[in-house]
């Protein structure tokens, strides 16, 4: 019985680096991580304190010389 499981246990190893000689030859052996990279996107621009006004309809702040981002504010050009 003990015999049998060493047996097993040879085959499942060998089918395993087997496998894995099979994958690194087809595919090279380079990592996982180099194919997902993944792009940041740039950082947004920085607004001073000094560049944001207040919208006198609804009270909030937002950079000079652009209309109100609030959904629901009656200044905000579509």
Known sequence: MFGLLVKVFAILLALGLL???????????????????VQT??????????????????????????ACSAPDCPTRQP
């Open 19 to 37: 496998y894995v000689t099979v994958k690194r030859a087809l595919l090279g052996s380079r990592k996982p991580a180099e194919d997902n990279k």
């Open 41 to 66: 996107p740039p950082p947004a621009p920085e607004i001073e304190a000094d560049d944001l006004i207040r919208c006198p309809a609804c009270g909030t702040y937002n950079p000079a010389g652009m």
